[in-house]
């Protein structure tokens, strides 16, 4: 049922010999995009070659048992043939994994735009507390985390915040995040100790490269003015802050927390391509994916994907059905959100094997 797979083998093997002269030509997108499909194919070729191995060793046990009339020998090779097909179920079963179609997304870095919604003031310090839940994952599996942009509330949240998250592995694991993550809890500014419900939104954007957006210069506005803090008042005596605004949709990219002009330009214009990447990619579904639905949603109460609830030191993942009573841990970005997480991956990969 694999043998389609010996094509794969051709290519792989075609890169391999090829890469030395992908490399030497100097085109860093053909250089890319062939280490992305070698190591794309690289465990499926393992795994076939292993699967051709095994089922090699099957045949010669088989041919020596037939021949061999020592009854113990035949037990020996018996008692071989039944190891050789147990590792063969186990090498299926792992193809039949690594067959599963491979998000194009994988491998790269993360925009994570976390916004307080719903809420108020309250909505705005869950955004904050939500971002540090991400940059205390991060530190934990050896992510990098960079600040791209911010807008600071009164009391000390974020009316929005954007990360950028630097990990082999942080695409695979930040996409399950998108969406409204609502809290009920008692918000500082309740004298008379009444739990709230309030959400703040969290998209989840691969990181585009300059080779997979190419904007025109002519299609941008670019604005400077200088950056202001909660409630409005200037933190900055010079232009610093600049505001991109792309003509043909209209979108608009503002980055303020850098001193330098340049650096914020650079900054937005990072936000920019990712956000157009995903915008491109949308048109080109036919339907749109419930994932891809997830993180347009309107941020309300209702329409929410997990729900952290203090008084009961509870956190649900309403699409899993998952609930811990570990929320501190979860918040401070600990192992028990890794536990959620799994169970998010464990259930779409059950769905794609039963598609496929």
């Not at 209209?250 to 650079?266: A, I, M, P, Y």
């Given at each position: 049922m694999f043998e389609h797979l010996a094509d794969q083998v051709v290519e792989f093997e075609d890169i391999e010999t090829r890469l030395p002269d992908i490399y030497s030509a100097g085109d860093q997108e053909a250089a890319r995009d062939a280490n992305r499909r070698y190591a794309e194919l690289k465990p499926l070729v393992d795994a076939y070659r292993d699967l051709v191995r095994v089922e090699r060793e099957i045949i010669d046990a088989s041919e020596l048992l037939d021949q061999e009339e020592d009854s113990e020998m035949r037990e020996f090779f018996a008692t071989e043939i039944?190891?050789?097909?147990?590792?063969?179920?186990?090498?299926?079963?792992?193809?039949?994994?690594?067959?599963?179609?491979?998000?194009?997304?994988?491998?790269?870095?993360?925009?994570?735009?976390?916004?307080?919604?719903?809420?108020?003031?309250?909505?705005?310090?869950?955004?904050?507390?939500?971002?540090?839940?991400?940059?205390?994952?991060?530190?934990?599996?050896?992510?990098?985390?960079?600040?791209?942009?911010?807008?600071?509330?009164?009391?000390?949240?974020?009316?929005?915040?954007?990360?950028?998250?630097?990990?082999?592995?942080?695409?695979?694991?930040?996409?399950?995040?998108?969406?409204?993550?609502?809290?009920?809890?008692?918000?500082?500014?309740?004298?008379?100790?009444?739990?709230?419900?309030?959400?703040?939104?969290?998209?989840?954007?691969?990181?585009?490269?300059?080779?997979?957006?190419?904007?025109?210069?002519?299609?941008?506005?670019?604005?400077?003015?200088?950056?202001?803090?909660?409630?409005?008042?200037?933190?900055?005596?010079?232009?610093?802050?600049?505001?991109?605004?792309?003509?043909?949709?209209?979108?608009?990219?503002?980055?303020?927390?850098?001193?330098?002009?340049?650096?914020?330009?650079?900054?937005?214009?990072?936000?920019?391509?990712?956000?157009?990447?995903?915008?491109?990619?949308?048109?080109?579904?036919?339907?749109?994916s419930s994932a891809r639905r997830a993180q347009i949603k309107s941020g309300g109460r209702s329409d929410k994907i997990r729900t952290y609830n203090f008084k009961e030191n509870r956190v649900t993942d309403h699409r899993v059905g998952v609930t811990l009573h570990a929320l501190e841990q979860v918040l401070a970005g600990e192992s028990q959100l890794d536990e959620i997480v799994d169970a998010l991956v464990a259930a779409e990969r059950a769905e794609q094997l039963g598609e496929s």
């Open positions: 039944r190891e050789k097909e147990t590792d063969r179920a186990d090498i299926e079963s792992l193809l039949r994994e690594l067959l599963i179609p491979r998000d194009p997304d994988d491998g790269r870095n993360v925009i994570l735009e976390i916004r307080g919604t719903e809420g108020g003031e309250e909505s705005n310090l869950w955004a904050g507390s939500l971002a540090e839940m991400y940059q205390g994952l991060a530190k934990r599996r050896g992510w990098k985390t960079e600040v791209l942009s911010s807008q600071a509330s009164d009391m000390g949240g974020f009316r929005e915040i954007t990360l950028v998250v630097k990990g082999s592995d942080a695409w695979a694991r930040l996409k399950y995040e998108a969406g409204p993550h609502r809290v009920q809890r008692v918000p500082v500014t309740e004298s008379q100790g009444r739990v709230h419900t309030s959400a703040a939104t969290v998209s989840v954007l691969p990181e585009a490269e300059e080779v997979d957006i190419n904007i025109d210069p002519n299609d941008l506005e670019i604005d400077v003015f200088r950056s202001s803090g909660p409630g409005g008042q200037s933190v900055n005596t010079t232009d610093s802050a600049v505001r991109i605004t792309y003509l043909p949709t209209g979108l608009v990219v503002t980055c303020q927390d850098e001193k330098s002009q340049l650096q914020n330009k650079d900054k937005a214009l990072r936000i920019l391509r990712s956000r157009l990447l995903e915008e491109e990619r949308l048109r080109k579904e036919s339907e749109m």
